[in-house]
């Protein structure tokens, strides 16, 4: 599957999951890695920039850490408009990369573009991912500059639904193979 957006189900409840908007990165064979991209933490990009020993002339005290996802939730990724190399991140399409590289968190924050800093990260081993999708607990749809960069981080959800034409109340999610 190639870099997608997953939009979680109206009835899933799992409260890692219920209400997020997943920033899938990679997805092989071999299982899947995504960020949540609609879920904010306490932590603000200061704080971690000043763990990281990085000062730069702008201050990030109001930009707040994104909780990207349950799995080493010490491990950062940056989503920025723009490209890495293939062996520093991914490239996920609409002019957005991804990268756990301190060199691009630097750079991207320098450029002063919109920018998302997500501590963890949402995984799946292999065949898993495709199973949830099958038993109706994601929806799926293609990767939107504006959903993952520039809408309101407590609009996303709606706004990815509202991309393929759909709002929270009017969904109800069943398992494909029904």
Not at 106 to 125: H, N, R, T
Request: proline share 6%; glycine share 10%.
């Amino acid at each position: 599957m190639e870099p997608c957006l997953i939009i979680a189900s109206p009835q899933m409840k799992d409260p890692f999951f219920e209400g997020v908007v997943i920033l899938v990165c990679q997805h092989d064979d071999n299982g899947a890695l995504g960020l949540v991209i609609n879920r904010e933490t306490s932590l603000s990009v200061q704080n971690v920039l000043e763990q990281l020993s990085v000062e730069l002339a702008h201050s990030y005290e109001e930009h707040a850490v994104n909780w990207g996802g349950p799995v080493e939730p010490g491990a950062g990724f940056i989503v920025f408009p723009g490209q890495v190399p293939d062996d520093e991140g991914w490239n996920v399409g609409q002019g957005i990369a991804v990268s756990p590289s301190r060199d691009q968190l630097i750079e991207a924050l320098v450029q002063d573009e919109p920018f998302l800093l997500c501590l963890g990260y949402a995984g799946w081993g292999s065949g898993q991912l495709d199973d949830e999708i099958r038993n109706g607990s994601w929806i799926v749809t293609e990767v939107d500059l504006d959903v993952v960069l520039a809408t309101a981080m407590d609009e996303r959800y709606d706004s990815a639904l509202a991309k393929l034409g759909l709002e929270a109340t009017g969904v109800w999610m069943q398992p494909i193979d029904e």
